[in-house]
């Protein structure tokens, strides 16, 4: 998925489940760039299995809908 298309599909959750929480984790844009050459090129994986997003801090996410709030980041630390 591409950005526009998690941005959307965050939209419908917080309309479907106003009040809920949701626990997900997301790759960095540093991330996503080693894991689509070292794991899914290194590992001969074809296109469709290359990632197209990352997220650069959870705060981010806040900006694209009024009904989205951070209640808690965890950071992995890289180990």
Known sequence: ???SEIK???ARLAGAF????MIFDAASPL???????????GGGMDEKAVL??????ADDIRR???RIRIVAEYPSSGG
């Open 18 to 21: 106003p009040n809920s929480e």
């Open 1 to 3: 998925m591409d950005e």
């Open 52 to 57: 197209r997003w990352g997220l650069e801090k």
């Open 64 to 66: 694209w809908d009024d």
């Open 31 to 41: 991330g996503v760039r080693v894991a689509n050459k070292r794991v899914i090129k």
């Open 8 to 10: 959307s599909s965050f």
